[in-house]
């Protein structure tokens, strides 16, 4: 049983076009997260939804846009996607709390032409 | 705000001799840190965590890692290298307020035979 899945697992796209990456976590966590990791393996959080509320939102352009159906999902919609976007997204979950384990998916690599 | 520094991007060592990754905090208050590895093309697996238990904190695969307050520090260690643990090493740190985790840059590990 896979925890926590992403769809697309490869995702080749030209500059301009709008995309969206799947989320789904089987694990009963209440937190998600997106985080994204850059040529050189960087990982950095570009949101957290709790219960389908965002508490995290780093400084991402407005181009990114999370949506939560529900806790066990949470997607990542991209507009007018740029060659800077290349990169691997990595989706997470977690039980709320600071000390809690956050599990991730295998990663979606996007590649903007 | 919390930070993590990993000393060393590329460690290579020979199978059998013993893994050390450094890891380096900055934290205001007492942080909750975390070692992922990310084996190719995969997703982060949690390796180990500390949560203010015990300072040296067992993890999956012979790994473990100490807690030190006065050092700053909570470096990653296993006796014995394994072909199989050649893999990205990411150290990361919570704290409270915040799910939020912020990671290192990464530690390639290579095990020679």
């Known amino acids: 049983d896979t925890a926590v899945s992403q769809t697309p697992k490869y995702l080749v796209t030209q500059m301009g076009n709008d995309k969206s990456i799947k989320c789904e976590q089987n694990l009963g966590h209440d937190t998600m997260y997106w985080y994204k990791q850059d040529s050189k393996k960087f990982l950095k959080i570009m949101f957290s939804y709790n219960n389908k509320e965002l508490i995290i939102n780093e400084t991402v352009p407005n181009r990114f846009s999370p949506k939560s159906p529900d806790k066990a999902h949470l997607n990542l919609h991209i507009n007018s996607l740029e060659l800077g976007d290349s990169a691997v997204y990595f989706c997470?979950?977690?039980?709320?709390?600071?000390?809690?384990?956050?599990?991730f998916g295998p990663g979606t690599r996007l590649l903007v032409l | 705000a919390q930070s993590v520094t990993q000393l060393g991007s590329h460690v290579s060592v020979s199978e059998g001799a013993l893994v050390l990754l450094r890891c380096n905090y900055s934290?205001?208050?007492?942080?909750?840190l975390f070692w992922y590895v990310q084996y190719p093309n995969q997703g982060l697996q949690l390796l180990l965590k500390?949560?203010?238990?015990?300072?040296l904190v067992k993890g999956i695969n012979g790994f473990e890692a100490e807690f030190k307050k006065s050092e700053t520090s909570f470096h990653l260690t296993k006796p014995s290298a394994h072909m199989s643990d050649a893999a990205e090493y990411f150290c990361a740190v919570s704290q409270g307020g915040s799910e939020k985790l912020v990671f290192g840059k990464g530690t390639k590990l290579t095990v020679n035979p």
């Open positions: 934290s205001s208050v007492p942080p909750y």
């Open positions: 500390y949560t203010s238990a015990a300072t």
């Open positions: 997470a979950s977690s039980h709320r709390g600071v000390q809690e384990t956050q599990y």
